[in-house]
């Protein structure tokens, strides 16, 4: 009888025998996600460190196409997480401008729960902590500063082409859900811009700016309003049950 | 509102197979019956008491028999009424010793090593070499149950074992992983044996044995077909219309939640669950341990990725039911370990209530507050809450684990580094909402303020104010669950509180409670009720 063991370290990738290879009907392929790439990520073809390379060169693709795919950037990670020296600092880089990206969805710390320890106090990713940090502090104009003046900083996101866009992208929901009115000023310097650029950032939104230009105002939404709300309380039938009940016995 | 998806079809405690239903001293005097005639002419070499040796060959006649309602008597009662009585600090007999009583029979072996394993790691400190062993056995039993034949095997075990099986082969790699990442204690020996046999523990196999059950009970598709409809027999196929396949099975997806938990993966743990509904009364509702085991790592895993107010629900509603049935689990031998999983989820519902403060189901809310009282209240209070926080944290946290072996050439002791990892991140997150709390309770006050004011009341200048303000917004926002997987869910505000600015002016509105009279009013004509037909009783 073959043990489990010797089975699998010899190939640690598929370890099934018969084979676990078809994704589970009930995980659908995301837009613009690869098949192949869907076919590892969804199966226990993602533990098989092979798929290294295929996997690092779609993250790469990922930043110059603007399309951000979370599970397969964390396959990545449990990859380096299971296998160490394949590590590669660049990727993880890459993946973590990504989750930037990503925001207000928490991704860049489910990033760092996979990372191991010696990681965080890699320069680079020291760096993208930082940044991170003040987004997720709303520090828009320190996050901007930092960004265009530290040395390195600008470099480690260079190669994601959308990234300023992105970030706008989450600096612009952030207010949008605040304020239904800001100054054209401060909305300048959350986003980053200025004069014609800003024009077209707001005009992109379709907000509306008032006569003198000073104002913009920010479509209503639920979240930008706040109504006082009475929550009643309600019963529902099952509570009564054991009520009912004793009202059968007593007849 | 706060609402309670989770719950709509509660779980009656009885209809859970809840452990330890049966009355024990029935079968203590019993056993002094078991055939005692008819014994093979064997003299073992370890003295075997009488009584043990008779538990042993009634327990082999059952698993032989496939009589599985006596096996959950002997698996639940016997076996630990035993363990009191002779080996409460020492091993059971050595499997070597029993094998002539049962004829060498293999499967029953395994099974007996299971236990016998899993008894050395909860009353004694088990050495390399049980571990090596206790590894090398669950092989034995995977492979028997996997690969052994085309056909499926046809042994049945009760489902509280089944699940023990799955619990408790987790919580021996989690073990091995701690064990072996204390290189400093090691001897040379015991280093020479790690390095010998990277496979024992190993993460790939670990996760081998749990996607191969998935796989071959077919556990995702029998899940989809009762989901969406369709043929179940033949979804479930030969092996996974056997309970033993399918439970094996659908202990495994829990297994792998708990897996990738402990490796920080949050989003694979709950991906693993995509096909398990929780606010349906799922097989996870059939065994207790694994009930409580489900909602505290999913609870666990929203946290980590700021789903609060959904972690809150999962904790919620399993701490309801914990204390709704409570009266079933003190007779239970995992009586124990339900009640520290649920003082750590006590702990992580207070942490996650300080962080998105909403209403929640009034029994939990004031057990949370004789437990947690103190520590809520310091969790409210900016810097100087953080180390209730971390206190509470690593207190309920589960124990991580780094899934690659240490290098064994450095002599320093790491295994408490994946806990601090995942801490130390969680903290950095707790850092960034401070401040939330405190301007919750001065924006309570009003229904407009100015944010000049606001910056004068918490003494802070006005910039930061705002951008405080904005914190406040973001940070109150989460994905919420609303129907589909577990890890489905869209952004809302969480809190009764909200707000919005015009230009530098705030508008609150606050969101109450209207009053709650008819939950007291249910509670108290059922106690009224009661003294009643109590009264009638005695009056008859």
């Known amino acids: ?30 837009p613009n996600r690869p098949e192949d790439i869907h076919r590892i990520v969804e199966t226990v073809d993602r533990y098989n460190p092979q798929n290294i390379p295929v996997l690092e060169s779609y993250v790469e693709e990922q930043m110059e196409r603007d399309v951000y795919d979370r599970d397969a950037c964390l396959a990545v990670l449990k990859l380096y997480q299971f296998n160490p020296t394949f590590n590669n600092i660049e990727v993880v880089t890459n993946i973590l401008g990504l989750a930037l990206g990503a925001l207000p969805d928490p991704d860049f710390n489910l990033c760092l729960y996979m990372l191991n320890e010696d990681i ?35 470099d480690l996101v260079a190669k994601y082409l959308h990234f300023d866009r992105r970030i706008r992208e989450y600096a612009s929901v952030t207010v949008g859900i605040a304020y239904q009115a800001i100054e054209k000023e401060r909305l300048g310097e959350y986003l980053a811009l200025e004069g014609v650029d800003l024009d077209q950032w707001i005009a992109e939104k379709g907000w509306n700016v008032d006569k003198d230009s000073k104002l913009v105002n920010l479509p209503i939404s639920k979240e930008n309003q706040a109504r006082p709300v009475i929550v009643q309380e309600s019963i529902k039938f099952e509570q009564l049950t054991k009520i009912i009940g004793y009202g059968r016995l007593t007849q | ?113 299971e236990l016998y394993y899993r008894h050395i790691y909860s009353k004694m400190t088990p050495t390399i070499e049980d571990r090596i062993a206790s590894y090398s056995n669950y092989c034995d039993l995977f492979n028997y149950i996997l690969n052994s034949s085309t056909e499926p095997s046809d042994l049945e075990l009760p489902n509280q074992w089944l699940w023990d099986i799955i619990d408790e082969f987790i919580y021996q790699f989690q073990s091995f992983c701690m064990y ?19 496979d024992v523990w190993n993460v790939h196999n670990v996760l081998n044995v749990l996607y191969s059950l998935i796989q071959k009970s077919r556990i995702n598709e029998q899940l989809l077909v009762s989901k969406n409809g369709g043929d179940m027999l033949e979804a479930a196929g030969d092996f996974g219309s056997r309970p033993l396949y399918r439970l094996l099975g659908y202990f495994s997806i829990i297994g792998l939640l708990r897996v990738h938990c402990l490796l920080g993966d949050y989003v694979l743990a709950l991906k693993t669950m995509e096909n398990v509904e929780l606010n349906k009364k799922g097989l996870f509702a059939r065994v207790t341990a694994c009930h409580v085991t489900t ?42 370990a339900i ?17 998105s403060p909403q209403r929640i189901d009034e029994n939990v809310h004031t057990t949370m507050r004789e437990k947690y009282g103190e520590q809520s209240m310091k969790m409210q209070r900016g810097e100087e809450g953080l180390p209730t926080f971390e206190e509470l944290f690593n207190f309920a946290c589960p124990k991580f684990i780094s899934p690659v072996p240490p290098d064994y050439e450095v002599a320093v002791n790491a295994s408490h580094e994946p806990t601090r990892h ?5 903290m950095a997150e707790v850092r960034t909402q401070l401040l939330v709390p405190t301007i919750r309770s001065f924006l309570k006050l009003y229904t407009t303020l100015g944010v000049e004011k606001l910056a004068a009341f918490l003494d802070l200048p006005v910039d930061e104010v705002r951008t405080q303000l904005l914190v406040f917004k973001h940070k109150t926002r989460q994905r919420r669950y609303e129907s589909g997987s577990v890890l489905e869910g869209d952004f809302g505000p969480t809190t009764d509180l909200d707000f919005y600015l015009k230009q ?32 009638e009783k005695r009056h008859e």
């Open chain 2, 295 to 336: 909602y505290y790592y999913v609870g666990f895993a929203y946290m980590m990725m700021r789903r609060y107010s959904d972690a809150i629900k999962a904790f919620a509603h399993i701490l309801l039911f914990v204390s709704r049935t409570k009266q079933y689990h003190t007779r239970s031998y995992q009586f124990e």
């Open chain 2, 422 to 426: 995942q801490q130390r991140i969680f």
């Open chain 2, 339 to 355: 009640s520290k999983k649920s003082e750590q989820m006590y702990a992580l519902l207070a942490m996650c209530v300080a962080l």
């Open chain 2, 1 to 113: 509102m706060y609402q309670e998806p989770y719950d709509e079809d509660e779980v009656r405690a009885d209809e859970v197979e809840l452990p330890t239903v049966y009355a024990g001293d029935e079968y203590a005097e019993e056993e002094i019956d078991y055939q005692t005639e008819g014994l093979p002419a064997f003299a073992p070499e370890i003295q075997i008491p009488e009584l043990v040796r008779n538990f042993i060959l009634h327990f082999h006649r059952n698993v032989t028999e496939r009589n599985v309602w006596d096996l959950h008597a002997i698996y639940e009662n016997g076996w630990n009424k035993l363990t009191e009585k002779f080996y409460p600090k020492t091993a059971w007999p050595d499997p070597e010793a029993i094998a002539g009583l049962v004829n060498d029979d293999p499967v029953f072996l395994i099974l007996y090593k």
């Open chain 2, 504 to 535: 530098d002016l705030i508008y609150i509105a606050e969101s109450k409670q209207g009053r709650r009279v008819g939950e007291w009013f249910i509670r108290h004509i059922n106690k009224f009720e009661d003294i009643v037909s109590n009264m």
């Open chain 2, 180 to 198: 072996r990442s204390k290189v400093k204690n090691k001897s040379e020996i015991e280093i020479e044996l790690l390095k010998e046999r990277p």
């Open chain 1, 1 to 30: 009888m073959p043990s489990v063991e010797e089975e699998q370290y010899e190939a640690p990738g598929s370890p099934v025998p018969n084979g676990f290879g078809i994704p589970s009907p009930a995980a659908p392929c995301p």
């Open chain 1, 120 to 154: 965080l106090t890699d320069n680079s990713v020291e760096k993208l902590i930082h940044l991170h940090h003040l987004l997720e502090q709303a520090k828009f104009q320190e996050f901007w500063a930092y960004l265009n003046t530290t040395e390195g900083a600008r």
